[in-house]
């Protein structure tokens, strides 16, 4: 290779061009979504379920069905101070047990995640026909409109969304034409803490794990030569129902990249399902963000964090709103397993831009067509 370069003439200048792929790419190049799977009800004027959006009728698990997928209130997933001299391993062990905890004093000022909040409850609060001009467009990934997974389901889901992937200008000014600057302006500082709050608990969770290389976005993170982290933040919003028992508000997931924090509103609603113990409903606790292992943490910790199963229920009297940030790796790298012998690697590695290709056309079934 080395000499074939050195072959060129040198009378001629050349370049070697790395392309380098973004998230929002990864997704374009894979367009799957119909205009029906984006365009969410009006919910605020109905007063019953429509049978497209009623579960009960239908083959598919309820939050109230299914007496073995009871919700158990018995045990709560665990509450880590990251101000604690045992943080690491606290989070360690709760990667390994639960994949998922809740995390208090981590510096997230509260007045940004309020601010946050306040500009998502503005977007929701917009009458339909407003919200409709910032629909994400069908193979797009930006903007408002149903969960991606939606096709993937007989039902749809009691959801309305807004996804972000770097600057949000483009549809917030079609949201408010003359008053987009302070939703753009915390959404993105809201991004920035996001992503620093992700990097020291990926870091903390590498020291658990005892890695030291095989990260190096991270070691670069933060310097202007660093290739582009897969990042996004996605608002929800899920309207108060008539009949909570018939209706999902998001379907049982599992998210795709390393980790997802998520800020949730005081409603109740987002439940987490182990093995042994059920749906374990996430109490909402304030001032504390959620914190989650996605596909690709349970593949690099070779299957030792579970990527945690998900779902959320809706209110009968309270709309709720979440803000989930999730991070990941740039697309372009590649996701090993990490194992001592004599243990072997349960997953093949795989480029986290193709991962995500194999998830967004099979969801659940992507981490079984990567198993060796
Ligand atoms: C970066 C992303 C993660 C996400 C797909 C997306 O492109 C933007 C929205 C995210 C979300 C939010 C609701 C649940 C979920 C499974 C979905 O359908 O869209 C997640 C996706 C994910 O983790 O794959
Ligand atoms: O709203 C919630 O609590 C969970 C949202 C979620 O799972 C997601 O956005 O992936
Ligand atoms: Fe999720």
Redesign the pocket.
Known sequence: MLSNLCSFPQNQISYIIVIMTT?SQT?LDHPLIHHHHIVPLDFDSLRTIPDSHDWFNSSLETPSSSSHHHTNVNVSIPLIDLTDPNAISLIGNACETWGVFQLINHDVPVSLIERAEGETRRLFDLPMTRKLKALRAPGD?TGYGL????PFFSKYMWHE?F?I?GPSIGHASQLWPSNYQPFCDVMEEYQRKMKSLAEQITRSIFNYLKISDGANWLHSAGSTEAAAC???L?L?CYPRCPDPTRVMG?AP?????LL?ILHQTRTCGLQVFRDGFGWVPVAPVPGALVLNV??LFHILSNGRFPNVLHRVVVDPTRRRLSM?Y?YGPPPDFCVSPLYDPPESPCYRSVMVKDY?RL??KNLENALSMIRL
């Open positions: 998230l997704y990934v969960p991606r997974i939606t969304g996804t992937m897969s990042t996004a996605q929800n998001l997931h599992t998210d795709t990249f997802t996605g596909d989930a999730f995500v998830k967004a």
